[in-house]
């Protein structure tokens, strides 16, 4: 949608929430035009961090003002429905002293939207806690029994991400020891100009075998070309539609080629679901990208952005997918309509022979407001299946 009837239409809907609250509060409180001035607030600084990626730079407090507004702004809508429906079933049910639901409803609205944002607010920029995840492959060679794939997803550096909160995110990856990190897309939200010193802590990723890399959809819209060479110079491997293959153990002296290729573990990565609509030499290929990997290493390992690559991964023979785009819906209503575009919304899934796991994402996008839906640094184990 264009920017200014997008504008135009919040401006219609926080029109919609005063005429709806505005009376009512008015009726019991004297603090009611704090409460216009705020939606009057809401509704011109909520398109702010969208123009500044046009010709106007807002400041990064305007831009924070705007990205808060939104949440809460969120919130306020869906409740201000809520409590029109409530009313409107009350009105058809005749109960009584329906004034005083009016009044009380109208003041509770605005102050759950206040509370789930600060909540959801603090979930959002506290650190991402560690979700350990046992992955049960079939026939795993013993050599690859406990092997761990720190998994980052959807940090989304930009106006309200910075240096400091991706530094907490790399001094705890570190603690864990992994033996390889996989950065499953949409790693920003911005150019490299803007953003270079703020993803630099990434190169200080210490793991066994490295970090690997795939695009997400938002790579796309900020300069994908640019952010591979960036990500590139800072030492992580970014996957293009190919395949690296790991030996995960020490080799020297093996008897057979079994025992060689029993260690290693074939990490694949592909473009993101939607790259091939703006550079179709980027389409992405989960096929492609194990084509002429060695046919005795069977343990397969792809890093796709989102959950709908999952269809071509299993057909082309992989055990585990990790992907995240989802945010595991960020904050209510958003994780109702996730299952409308993707077969996964968080966790670990079964399709066919293949698992495939879906973070909620490290970091957020848009508002920092994480409800119902707890960002995490997943620490995935390889497993012998029972």
């Not at 809520?82 to 009313?87: K, N, V």
């Not at 002293?97 to 759950?112: E, F, H, I, K, M």
């Not at 911005?190 to 200080?204: D, M």
């Not at 609509?277 to 084509?291: N, Q």
Request: proline fraction near 6%; glycine fraction near 8%; hydrophobic fraction near 45%.
């Amino acid at each position: 949608m264009a920017l200014c009837p997008l504008t135009t239409l919040i401006a219609l809907l926080h029109a919609l929430i005063a005429v709806r609250l505005l009376p009512a509060l008015a009726d019991v409180t004297p603090a009611w035009p704090a409460f216009g001035l705020l939606l009057l607030v809401s509704a011109l600084s909520i398109p702010l961090p969208f123009l500044s990626r046009r010709r106007w730079q807002a400041p990064n407090w305007l831009k924070w003002t705007g990205l808060v507004s939104m949440g809460w702004f969120s919130s306020l809508l869906v409740l201000t429905l809520l409590r029109d429906l409530l009313l409107l079933g009350g009105w058809l049910a005749s109960v009584a002293d329906a004034q005083a639901w009016r009044t009380l409803s109208a003041l509770a609205v605005p102050g759950l939207a206040t509370l789930v944002t600060l909540v959801g607010f603090f979930n959002a920029r506290r650190t991402a806690s560690v979700r350990r995840v046992d992955i049960p492959i079939a026939q795993l060679p013993s050599q690859l029994d406990g092997f761990t794939i720190a998994q980052l997803s959807d940090i989304h550096v930009g106006p309200t991400i910075r240096v400091r909160y991706i530094e907490r995110i790399v001094n705890a990856v570190n603690r864990l020891g992994a033996d390889m990190v996989a950065i499953t897309g949409d790693l920003v939200d911005g150019s490299v100009s803007e953003l270079r010193t703020h993803v630099a802590p990434l190169a200080r990723l210490k793991t066994r075998h490295g970090t690997f890399v795939v695009t997400g959809n938002h790579e796309y819209y900020v300069g994908a070309h640019d952010w591979i060479d960036e990500l590139r110079r800072l030492g992580l491997k970014v996957l293009l539609n190919e395949h690296v293959v790991l030996q995960t153990r020490n080799v020297y002296g093996a008897q057979t080629d079994e025992e060689v290729n029993d260690s290693a573990l074939v990490v694949a990565g592909v473009t993101d679901y939607t790259a091939g609509h703006f550079d179709a030499s980027h389409a992405s290929d989960p096929e492609g990208a194990v084509r002429d990997a060695p046919p005795q290493v069977h343990t397969r390992l792809l890093l796709a952005h989102q959950p709908r690559s999952a269809i071509a991964a299993a057909q082309a023979g992989y055990q585990l997918q990790i992907s995240g785009h989802t945010h595991g819906g960020q904050f209510f209503p958003w994780n109702l309509f996730v299952p409308l575009q993707q077969p996964f919304t968080a966790g670990l899934h079964r399709l066919h022979d293949m698992w495939i796991y879906v973070s909620r994402g490290t970091g957020y996008w848009g508002p920092p407001k994480r409800f119902g839906a707890p960002s995490e640094i997943t620490l995935l184990r390889l497993v012998p299946a029972p």
